[in-house]
Nanobody, 126 residues
Framework: QVQLVESGGGLVQAGGSLRLSCVAS????????MGWFRQAPGKEREFVVG????????YYADSVKGRFSISRDIAKNTVYLQMNSLKPEDTSVYYC???????????????????WGQGTQVTVSS
């Protein structure tokens, strides 16, 4: 089993920045991909960004390209989501997820992930 704990959410004004962290523990060696998803009230959960270990590939939703970036600190078993130029429409609960046997083409499909964090709220005021 893998446990994921997110942190770093909060309230920020439009145009501001936040960095979310996701610390993984447990059987982390089984993981081959991690992703960030978000869900706003009344909306479905949506893919934000993913990182696929085998090739170090990153994948971004069109809505966040050029503004968000994902990075990984292997020694700390931590993945970061740097969010810049935040917009009110970025307001959501952000979830970290990890998978054991994802393919790069699966990175944006939430049902294929095996482990999920509890979520962290990001609120962007206008």
């Amino acid at each position: 089993q893998v446990q994921l704990v997110e942190s770093g959410g909060g309230l920020v004004q439009a145009g501001g920045s936040l960095r979310l962290s996701c610390v993984a523990s447990g059987r982390t060696r089984s993981m081959n991909a991690m992703g960030w998803f978000r869900q706003a009230p009344g909306k479905e959960r949506e893919f934000v960004v993913g990182l696929y270990w085998p090739f170090g590939s990153t994948y971004y939703a069109d809505s966040v390209k050029g503004r968000f970036s994902i990075s990984r600190d292997i020694a700390k078993n931590t993945v970061y989501l740097q969010m810049n130029s935040l917009k009110p429409e970025d307001t959501s609960v952000y979830y970290c997820a990890a998978g054991d046997a994802l393919r790069g083409s699966d990175i944006s499909t939430d049902r294929l992930y095996d482990y999920w964090g509890q979520g962290t709220q990001v609120t962007v005021s206008s």
